[in-house]
């Protein structure tokens, strides 16, 4: 049984059994089919709304016996409540599972927020990379010289192309 907070500070409980499993199941949010996949687990960190379903099955109950719509739930949360729901839950995979497994489970937690830090910083580099290349292109079309800095800084704009190069 792990916990965390959603943004209005109350305190939620997640506690993986085979009951939790089925309702997740029946929610259309099959833990173990992810589990079972190559890219699942990863899922749980690239796909907040997938997190944030799991989240509101798990905690149906709760949601009852507080008398709390599943919506004001959800609407408490950010991205930093709805990664600690998600680390909630791979805790309480890790304390369902046993094994090899479990032992899957503890890895995922450990390197999945650096991988995710590394992929965020290719992907603002990338950008960066782009966003100067299209400049450059601008520059290049409005001024009718060719860049010395970026040669095929065109190409970053094709849309932009009046003609032949």
Same mark, same amino acid.
């Given at each position: 049984?792990?916990?965390?907070?959603?943004?209005?500070?109350?305190?939620?409980?997640?506690?993986?059994?085979?009951?939790?499993?089925?309702?997740?199941?029946?929610?259309?949010?099959?833990?173990?089919?992810?589990?079972?996949?190559?890219?699942?687990?990863?899922?749980?960190?690239?796909?907040?709304?997938?997190?944030?379903?799991?989240?509101?099955?798990?905690?149906?109950?709760?949601?009852?016996?507080?008398?709390?719509?599943?919506?004001?739930?959800?609407?408490?949360?950010?991205?930093?409540?709805?990664?600690?729901?998600?680390?909630?839950? @791979?805790?309480? @995979?890790?304390?369902?599972?046993?094994?090899?497994?479990?032992?899957?489970?503890?890895?995922?937690?450990?390197?999945?927020?650096?991988?995710?830090?590394?992929?965020?910083?290719?992907?603002?580099?990338?950008?960066?990379?782009?966003?100067?290349?299209?400049?450059?292109?601008?520059?290049?079309?409005?001024?009718?010289?060719?860049?010395?800095?970026?040669?095929?800084?065109?190409?970053?704009?094709?849309?932009?192309?009046?003609?032949?190069?």
């Amino acid at each position: 049984m792990t916990t965390f907070k959603d943004g209005d500070g109350r305190e939620w409980r997640i506690t993986i059994t085979v009951g939790a499993l089925r309702r997740l199941r029946k929610a259309g949010c099959d833990l173990l089919e992810l589990f079972g996949r190559q890219d699942g687990l990863m899922r749980l960190y690239d796909d907040s709304v997938l997190v944030v379903d799991m989240l509101s099955a798990l905690l149906a109950k709760d949601f009852e016996a507080r008398k709390l719509p599943a919506e004001a739930f959800e609407e408490s949360l950010t991205e930093e409540h709805i990664a600690a729901g998600r680390d909630a839950i @791979l805790q309480g @995979l890790e304390r369902f599972f046993t094994g090899p497994r479990a032992d899957l489970v503890r890895h995922v937690r450990r390197v999945m927020p650096e991988l995710r830090r590394q992929m965020m910083e290719e992907a603002g580099a990338a950008i960066e990379r782009t966003a100067a290349a299209a400049v450059a292109g601008l520059a290049e079309l409005i001024s009718g010289e060719k860049s010395t800095s970026s040669p095929d800084a065109s190409d970053a704009i094709p849309a932009l192309s009046l003609g032949p190069k």
